[in-house]
């Protein structure tokens, strides 16, 4: 079991290192105005609506704008504290990551419905979109699985793996 912790321990940390840049940069421009951000990232969010046809986006309805602002004011800090959790072993990382992945989850369930619903949505987007819903489930499980006492955090040695000195 510590095995399995410390792999899914591992692939949260990189899902939310990657979610730490892209929820402000990326996912910030539905909900804050354009001019904040570089033209880079407006040019980079452009392209990417185009190639995927992410209708969503581009359309900004209202309960994806809502969904958008509940991640950067709950999920997004979440995630940062999730970051800290795992890379410092701390054992709240079952608390951060049940919260993270229930509200990820309940996001996800209603913009896959929207998008299976309309028909609007390309295989492709899709595609985009799923990934999400299937890290927001590790997440969960990461939040309902025990946490392991012996396992080693990322940038430190744990304070069982130290010796101590007379």
Known sequence: MGGFVKLLDLLLFIYFFFMAIVAPLFDG??????HI??????????????????YLVSEKPHFFVGLI???LLFAWPICLLSLYAIAAGKSWIKTTSLLYGVSTLTS???ILSEM??????????LMVYYPFL???????????????????????????SRKKRA
């Not at 033209?39 to 992410?54: A, F, I, M, N, Q």
């Not at 299937?134 to 040695?157: E, Q």
Request: proline share 4%; hydrophobic share 45%; aromatic share 8%.
């Open 134 to 160: 299937g890290f927001a489930v590790l997440a969960i499980l990461r939040g309902l699985l025990p946490h392991s006492s012996k396992s080693v955090s990322i940038g430190k040695i744990s304070a069982i």
């Open 69 to 71: 602002w509940l991640e």
């Open 108 to 110: 996800m369930v209603a």
């Open 116 to 125: 299976k619903n309309s028909a609007k949505a390309s295989d492709k987007l």
């Open 37 to 54: 951000f570089h033209p880079v990232l407006v040019d980079l969010k452009s392209w990417y609506t185009e190639e995927c046809g992410d």
């Open 29 to 34: 421009q539905t909900a804050l105005p354009k």
